[in-house]
């Protein structure tokens, strides 16, 4: 089954520290990351989507230079529109290079677009990506090849084949029914301990590791994926994400929308207070070695 990226975009929004929002703890840890880079340090998202957290991570850190990617046309068409100080642009799935013209990163001295050359970004960021790629090895050798020497890289992945994880256990129930590959594009089912060895093969040197939604976010998501199956059956909503989906849900009451408010916050405070202990929702930090 091959997913749409094109007609299901994240990150139309903007990701926020407030505790009541579901970016809040991924940025937190992506900012924690890039804490001690100084100004005019060059930062990238990839598989940005409509730019939620890289337009985030420049309205917080301004000096940075920020730049996100992704393979579709219509997530970048709508982050563009934003004005919001960041360079975007279209990439293929295992190379940054610009797929459309003119590049909106400064040429070199040789012409070639900066984005085509080694060793350019001083921190990358990943937010729900690895999982959905089919080659993570192949792109994780691309984001190292764009990193400066020592170069920072940040990544969240969800570890559903985690024996932590709630999806592990719902699957070995056979009560899984590939839900969050047909409305999330998950095809990667990552263990804590194979996503630490991906990294160890293609030579990044883990630096920290938080961990967060252990058990109240996990059931949170198993229920929105349950609600978003059963939408996907009614006519013309064959294929929806959880960001669509919840925001077709406006007209909700305001009793309904401070339930979800306090819910949010009990999963930010989950991931706060258990962050060293072990979950499959993963925040990793990594050098380039």
Not at 143 to 156: D, M, Q
Not at 268 to 288: A, G, Q, T, W
Request: hydrophobic share 40%; net charge positive; with cysteine.
């Amino acid at each position: 089954m091959s997913y749409n990226y094109e007609q299901s975009i994240w990150g139309r929004g903007e990701a926020s520290l407030r505790w009541s929002d579901p970016t809040a703890f991924r940025l937190k840890q992506a900012l924690n990351a890039i804490g001690n880079l100084p100004a005019g340090a060059t930062v990238l998202e990839v598989g940005c989507g409509a730019g939620q957290f890289i337009r985030a991570i420049k309205k917080l850190r301004p000096e940075l230079e920020c730049a996100g990617c992704d393979i579709s046309n219509e997530a970048v068409g709508i982050a563009k529109k934003q004005n919001d100080g960041v360079k975007y642009w279209v990439s293929s799935a295992y190379h940054v290079t610009c797929e459309t013209s003119p590049c909106p990163l400064p040429s070199t001295g040789s012409g070639q677009a900066l984005c085509e050359g080694e060793g350019i970004f001083d921190a990358v960021l990943v937010f729900d990506v690895l999982e959905h790629v089919d080659d993570p090895a192949a792109l994780l050798t691309e984001i190292r090849r764009v990193l400066k020497p020592n170069g920072i890289f940040y990544a969240f992945v969800p570890c559903e084949g985690d024996w932590l994880s709630l999806w592990h256990f719902l699957d070995k129930l056979h009560l899984k029914k590939d839900i969050t590959k047909k409305h999330a594009g998950h095809i990667q089912y990552f263990s804590r301990a194979s996503l630490k060895k991906l990294f160890g093969e293609n030579q990044f040197t883990i630096e920290r590791i938080r961990y967060s939604e252990h058990f109240v976010g996990q059931l949170l998501g198993i229920l929105a994926f349950s609600l978003m199956n059963r939408a996907a059956k009614w006519p013309g909503m064959s294929q929806i994400n959880n960001e669509s989906y919840f925001s077709s849900q406006n007209s909700q009451s305001g009793l309904a929308r401070v339930l979800k408010n306090i819910v949010n916050t009990c999963v930010y405070i989950e991931s706060v207070l258990f962050s060293c202990f072990p979950s499959p929702n993963v925040h990793v930090v990594v050098r380039k070695k």
